[in-house]
């Protein structure tokens, strides 16, 4: 019966003061150990790094996925027959699909076995990549059902993944282990646009681009199975010693903290930000380079499958190279300003995204004039935005309790997707179709309303960089909070801390007595 445990004290079990005979009661009856015995939870350090690498490598995957689809969009739409409407449409379903799991996941995360949720999650998302490649061009709906799955499964790596090793690592290792994590970001969208054009060329079929996939996940889970452990919440933080069974608060009281923790509010949206313009950017600028070749008289327009792919090749190493020194440099910056300075993270986030608004747009007005002009400019905005990948996971593990960072991590990556590129691949395809039907349909008007519909960007990463700035203001305060043991939610979980601290204090007194 509870009532026979009595709560450690600050000291662990050998706080406590023995009974009569030398020895608690709550030992002494044998019926119910005390349920939070701080216990050492101890892992070797290259464990913790192979685990590390296993998690990178998949989160590489789990960013292919994202991005395999761009990479041979142009014959997906000669496939199916669908408009640019429609195409965007086909990346909105996934992120939409992808964040309405996220919080279901971020609440599995938190409560129950991570390992098994990332396992059942590949498992799902590599099963749906490879049925769709089977689908035939008359069930266009049942790729898009499936693609929406892919989403599905996608969303408990997103939300659990760095959850683990923020629990692994701490302090500059943190910082060094997430920038390597979040590398493969760029890099796997990259490689997801390479993987589609090159194995289309090599097979003169899209459809083996999804098949291949399936066999590296295969890999993936087995080396999670095999060799990721289970850290338990906060471990770091703790030294490695932890309490276990410990009172969990309830989701509600998880999102009303997190609500009132402004730092996270403020980076969330600055995320947002980022997400609405690397998902436009990632579905749409593979065709927007193509076309704007087209107008140049580099490239003949696409009539029939295959198509060239040689705008998503050179996208696709573009966002590679960018993304590995954009991740190393945002990072490494991170970790020697915020020696001098304790608001250096959201400071640099903002910095990379202001600059970055001007590089797009210039990238975008110059494409129909000097084509390597735009390459670069290009280049230089992927390159300021990928400085921040790293530094907004280590801003969400540092400000906020290590008992629901998997439903932080979950409701950043849910409002990230409905405000941000759940909607604007759609968004801008929408547009584009809309500017074309009001001209006469020329290769320089296809152009000219795909442009112009990605005009919306350079304002929206702009007011990312405000958000950030915004957040540096309460950063400090937050990340002191997140340090205090209860932080969920003080107040609730607290008083009940205390209503059953006093419960059992009294009950033992009682037994005592009689």
């Known amino acids: 019966m ?48 192979v685990a590390a690498a296993v998690l990178c490598y998949t989160n590489l995957l789990n960013y292919m996925n994202w991005f395999v689809i761009a990479g041979v969009l142009l014959d997906v739409q000669k496939f199916f027959q669908i408009s640019d409407s429609s195409a ?16 279901v996941f971020g609440y599995l995360g938190d409560r129950h076995s991570r390992k098994i949720t990332l396992s059942l999650g590949i498992l799902l ?21 499936s693609r929406g799955v892919v989403g599905t499964g996608t969303a408990s790596y997103s939300t659990i993944a760095p959850t683990i090793l923020g629990d692994l690592f701490m302090g500059d290792q943190r910082t060094r282990v997430l920038a390597i994590f979040y590398i493969f970001i760029p890099v796997g969208s990259g490689l997801g646009y390479v993987l589609g054009s090159a194995v289309k060329a090599l097979t003169g079929n899209w459809h083996w681009a999804l098949r291949i996939m399936p066999c590296l996940e295969a890999v993936a889970l087995i080396l999670l199975i095999t060799l990721v452990p289970d850290p338990p919440r906060g471990a770091a933080e703790k030294q490695r010693k932890v309490v276990m069974g410990g009172l969990r608060s309830s989701w509600c009281e998880d999102v009303r903290y997190l609500g009132r ?58 966002t590679v190279v960018t993304g590995i020194i954009g991740v190393v440099l945002g990072a490494e910056a991170s970790r020697r300003y915020k020696k001098v300075n304790p608001r250096a993270e959201p400071l640099i986030c903002a910095s990379s995204l202001l600059a970055a608004a001007p590089c797009l747009y210039l990238a975008l007005i110059l494409a129909p004039i000097t084509l390597p002009a735009s390459y670069v400019f290009l280049a230089l905005g992927e390159l300021l935005l990928s400085c921040n990948w790293a530094v907004v996971a280590d801003i969400l593990l540092s400000v906020v309790a290590p008992r629901c960072r998997g439903t932080a991590e979950a409701l950043q990556i849910t409002v990230g997707h409905i405000l941000g590129d ?16 009001r001209h006469p349909d ?11 519909s990605f005009l919306c960007c350079t304002l929206i990463i702009a007011l990312g960089g405000g958000c950030f700035l915004l957040a540096a203001l309460h950063l400090e305060r937050d990340q002191a909070q997140a340090q205090q043991p209860g932080t969920t939610d003080s107040k609730d979980v607290d008083s009940r801390d205390m209503e059953r601290q006093s419960l059992l204090s009294h009950t033992e007194a009682t037994r005592q007595d009689s």
């Open 125 to 145: 998302w590599s099963g749906a990549g490879l049925s769709s490649s089977f689908i035939s061009p008359r069930y266009s709906w049942l790729f898009f059902l």
């Open 2 to 49: 509870s009532e026979e445990c009595q709560e450690p004290g600050p000291e662990g079990s050998q706080g406590r003061s023995p009974g009569s005979g030398g020895h608690s009661e709550a030992s002494g009856s044998g019926k119910c150990p005390p349920p939070t015995t701080p216990t050492t939870w101890s892992l070797p350090r290259w464990r913790a790094y």
């Open 422 to 437: 759940a909607g604007s691949p759609y968004l801008i395809g929408l547009v584009s179709s809309a500017l074309r039907a």
């Open 261 to 318: 923790n402004w730092s996270f509010v403020w980076s969330t949206l600055g995320v947002t930000a980022m997400a609405f313009v690397t998902g436009a950017l990632g579905f749409w600028a593979p065709k927007f380079l193509f076309e704007a070749r087209v107008v140049h008289g580099l490239q003949l327009p696409c009539f029939e499958q295959p198509c060239d792919s040689k705008d998503s090749l050179i996208f696709g190493t573009v």
């Open 442 to 452: 020329s290769y320089l008007q296809r152009f000219l309303s795909l442009q112009q």
């Open 88 to 103: 965007g449409l086909l990346q909105t379903v996934f992120t939409g699909c992808l964040l309405l799991s996220a919080p």
